[in-house]
């Protein structure tokens, strides 16, 4: 098994900053990938950003390229998300999640495993 649990969400006006961490236990920490996932209020989990655990290479939603960034410390099993010029419209539930099976990366069926989340909230 494999726990991962998230940190770093808060409030923030729009403009800001803020960086997720996920910090994985358990079992040998190796997966294929690792992807951050946001769910708001009354709408489906949507993919964020995603990032292969060995070769490091990255993948992101077009809707948070350029403001995003994940990155990940295979050292600490941690992986991050670097939010910046945060809008109103990235408020939501942000989860991390890893993939053992590989996949597709921008779908949240890939995953086997999954945080609690960390409420992201940005006022206008």
């Known amino acids: 098994q494999v726990q991962l649990v998230e940190s770093g969400g808060g409030l923030v006006q729009a403009g800001g900053s803020l960086r997720l961490s996920c910090a994985a236990s358990?079992?040998?920490?190796?997966?294929?990938?690792m992807g951050w996932f946001r769910q708001a209020p009354g709408k489906e989990r949507e993919f964020v950003a995603a990032?292969?655990?060995?070769?490091?290479?990255?993948y992101y939603a077009d809707s948070v390229k350029g403001r995003f960034t994940i990155s990940r410390d295979n050292a600490k099993n941690t992986v991050y998300l670097q939010m910046s010029s945060l809008k109103p419209e990235d408020t939501a539930v942000y989860y991390c999640?890893?993939?053992?099976?590989?996949?597709?990366?921008?779908?949240?069926?890939?995953?086997?495993?999954w945080g609690q989340g960390t409420q992201v909230t940005v006022s206008s």
């Open positions: 999640a890893a993939t053992y099976s590989g996949g597709e990366y921008y779908q949240p069926h890939s995953y086997n495993y």
């Open positions: 358990g079992r040998t920490f190796r997966p294929y990938a």
């Open positions: 990032i292969s655990w060995s070769g490091g290479r990255t």
